[in-house]
């Protein structure tokens, strides 16, 4: 990507936004167009500048990043924002979920670089309304962890080279761990999508998907049969004719679910 890439850093802490500052200004397509060391100077920024991407530092008093970020989520083509952040590894995992980008404090030079090559990216493939998606979603998970009140996934952002892309649950017909992340098997293809399988099952209906094993969840809808193997193990055939082992812990959950006892 050729063209200038407008960035506004928002922070409370004025020696955090002149090293990201500093930081930054060596990467010769970006420029920062203005700082912000709180959310309502960044809003009276907004409005002064065409900004392609925000540094929203999380932490900061009377309005935090993400109240920041949940106003911003509601227009149709945000600016990207890079969400920057001490060490808390639930925010991290929320992040990641949703394939959205963080820096850590302290900044690492090399996580920035990557940060700020998969924005120009995102930015160079017009990414914004996708990313915009992403947000949205990121927030509204975000309000019901607040009210306590589970709010089962439709739909999630997967990240690939400068692009996030949205995939339908409805379209998953099971799911299989791979190491860091969760392999999608739709009728057409497979995609990863970087969680845990702890973390990605607690999001899913139960009524809708089942674990069948520590490294598989299948949609329930696409149980064909089960059968007990030659070495007395039992394994399941799905309606699109792949078959998955059971595991022994789950055997009972499964022939429930079958109306076998």
């Given at each position: 990507m050729n063209q200038t890439i407008r960035a506004l850093i928002v922070d409370d802490e004025k020696l955090g936004r002149k090293n990201l500052h500093c930081a930054i200004e060596v990467h010769r397509s970006w420029l920062v167009v203005a700082q912000a060391s709180s959310a309502t100077n960044a809003r009276l920024a907004l409005a002064a500048n065409d900004i392609d991407v925000i540094f929203l530092d999380i932490q900061m008093p009377r309005e935090t990043g993400l109240q920041f970020a949940r106003?911003?989520?509601?227009?149709?083509l945000p600016p990207l924002i890079i969400f920057v952040t001490a060490f808390n590894e639930h925010a991290i995992e929320a992040f990641e979920l949703h394939a959205l980008d963080y820096l850590l404090k302290p900044l690492n030079d090399k996580r920035l670089a990557h940060a700020l090559e998969r924005a120009e990216a995102m930015l160079g493939l017009q990414q914004q309304a996708n990313y915009g998606i992403a947000l949205r979603r990121y927030i509204e998970d975000e309000k019901s962890k607040e009210h306590a009140s589970p709010k089962y996934w439709q739909q999630i952002s997967v990240r690939s080279i400068g692009k996030i892309e949205t995939v339908s649950l409805?379209?998953?017909l099971w799911i299989e761990a791979q190491g860091n992340y969760m392999q999608l098997h739709t009728s057409t293809r497979q995609i990863l999508y970087r969680a845990s399988m702890v973390h990605l099952e607690k999001h899913l209906d139960p009524d809708t998907f089942?674990?069948?094993?520590?490294?598989?969840?299948?949609r329930k809808d696409q149980i064909a049969s089960i059968?007990?193997?030659a070495d007395n193990n039992y394994k399941m055939v799905l309606a699109c004719n792949d078959q998955i082992p059971i595991g022994e812990r789950y055997v009972a959950a499964v022939k429930k679910v079958l109306g076998q006892h």
């Open positions: 106003e911003l989520s509601e227009k149709n409805t379209d998953v089942l674990r069948i094993h520590r490294s598989t969840i299948i059968h007990v193997t």
